[in-house]
């Protein structure tokens, strides 16, 4: 890791790390490295003050976009290199001609370095990669991984208390078998989990489980996820969770709230045969995050298996929705289970991209996801949703195509108490039930305003 002054931080990587060969980026005149990833590619460092940065590509530039939108970041394009300028640290993608995405992590320094000589940290230097198959952390362990440093493997953690992962380096699933569901990291019946600044990338399933846990901070989390089930963090069956700042890309939900029985078989050799996450979830908060979903799966997502008592007070704020490529949707609840949904908050989300739902809420039956309570005749219900200055930036690829679903499962058991105050495309309040495209079916109390 090189400095300069105390204002940049560049990390120095592995000589067989993927290196892009569409990007090269360069920071106040010093070349960055830039990995290289099927879906996109990523650059990162750290810095104070402002930061001067520059992209060059292998053709003139004739079209850029830096992601999100609302940061208001404008390049300027000078033949085949363009440039802009950073004032505070921040994630963004930047999409030019065409090309598969640029990330660019720009992070604060570094505070609270956890000490290497500590027998309670497992330290991964920089500059290397790391190969440990299956890491088992401890209870009152802190696994840091250092910038420039590439750890290859998993990660798991069981009925442990105070366990921290942290550091800018890199966590590669690649050495597992893709479409085996195989998550990048789990924790089990843990409490007091604290991660932060990680990037993982090539994962062999969802990325990101907290399941039947409590305690819980993920802050400036990066991810690039490519296969089918790349969700990016599953709260199962966990309550009392702080998720902020996170630069998510996955395909399939981005963050996903669930309550079921996992098999153990592939997710943990310490939780044998089985995993039972059906606790109640509540108290979530997920602010100050910007999240992409590709072909599979939602933003925000609330479902399918639902298989507890208590879902309730749950908030999204401050978000930016950079795109939902597929068939799902930005805002959803897919209730196949038995749980009472309730107290659900999404505020200050804008939208740039959505292909096909915007929102999506429905109770309904799934072979996939009945259980036991269901199958007894006991179902679901879904009440007292908000969603509150909503605002979606419309391009011709999506303004044709808008639809929403809000339905219920009979009079027995209908969507309750659904209210949108404040819903804008393209800066103009929609007051109009029909441009917003919502159909409804066992839904009463919902309001548009």
């Known amino acids: 890791m090189s400095t300069d002054q105390n204002t940049l931080q560049i990390y120095t990587y592995p000589s067989t790390t993927p290196k892009s060969k569409e990007f090269r980026v360069r920071t106040n005149g010093q070349l960055l490295f830039v990995h290289h990833t099927n879906v996109a590619d990523f650059s990162c460092l750290a810095f104070k003050g402002a930061l001067e940065v520059e992209v060059e590509i292998n053709q003139p530039i004739t079209k850029v976009d830096i992601r999100p939108l609302s940061l208001g970041l404008k390049a300027r394009i000078q033949g085949k290199t363009l440039y802009f ?5 921040v994630n963004i993608q930047i999409d030019i001609n065409g090309l598969k995405p640029l990330h660019f992590h720009g992070n604060p320094f570094e505070t609270n370095i956890p000490s290497h000589t500590d027998p309670n940290v497992l330290w991964f230097k920089g500059g290397e990669v790391h190969e440990v198959g299956e890491l088992v952390l401890r209870e009152n362990q802190t696994l840091y991984i250092q910038g420039g440093a590439v750890l290859k493997g998993v990660i798991r953690a069981s009925q442990s208390k105070n366990i921290k992962i942290c550091g800018r380096g890199i966590l590669d699933g690649s050495n597992y078998k893709s479409g085996n569901f195989l998550p990048s ?18 994962p062999a399933g969802w990325m990101v489980v907290l399941g ?27 309550r009392d969770v702080l998720i902020e700042g996170c630069f998510l890309k996955n395909n399939d939900d981005c963050i996903v709230i669930k309550a079921d029985l996992k098999e153990g078989t592939g997710w943990t050799k310490e939780a044998e045969p089985g995993l039972d996450w059906r606790g109640n979830i509540e108290n979530i908060m997920v ?10 799966g939602n933003a925000m997502e609330i479902g399918y298996e639902l298989n507890t008592d208590i879902i309730r007070n749950v908030t999204y704020r401050n978000i930016d929705v950079i795109h939902v490529h597929g068939q799902g949707a930005v805002f959803s609840i897919h209730h196949a289970g038995c749980a009472a949904v309730s107290d659900i908050l999404w ?18 039956t799934s072979l996939a996801y009945i259980k036991e309570k269901v199958n007894e005749g006991v179902r679901g219900t879904v009440q007292h949703i908000r969603l ?15 639809k929403s679903i809000i339905g219920g499962w ?8 659904v209210e949108i105050d404040g819903c804008f495309f393209d800066g103009q309040r929609v007051l109009d039930m029909d441009r917003l495209g919502i159909y409804t079916k066992s839904v009463t109390g919902i309001l548009l305003k």
């Open 85 to 89: 300028t950073l004032t505070k640290p």
């Open 347 to 364: 505020e200050d989300i804008r939208i740039e991209h959505c292909y096909d739902f915007f929102i999506d809420f429905r109770i309904f």
């Open 388 to 402: 509150r200055n909503i605002h979606w930036h419309r391009t011709v690829y999506n303004s044709y195509c808008t």
């Open 287 to 296: 602010k100050d995050c910007t999240l992409m979903n590709d072909y599979c």
């Open 212 to 238: 039947a846990s409590k305690n819980i901070h993920i802050r400036n989390l990066k991810e690039i996820g490519e296969i089918m089930c790349s969700d990016g963090i599953d709260i199962v069956g966990s």
């Open 185 to 202: 990291v789990i924790f089990d019946r843990c409490d007091g989990i604290l991660i932060e600044d990680i990037t993982i990338i090539e």
């Open 410 to 417: 009979g009079k027995e058991h209908p969507i309750q108490d």
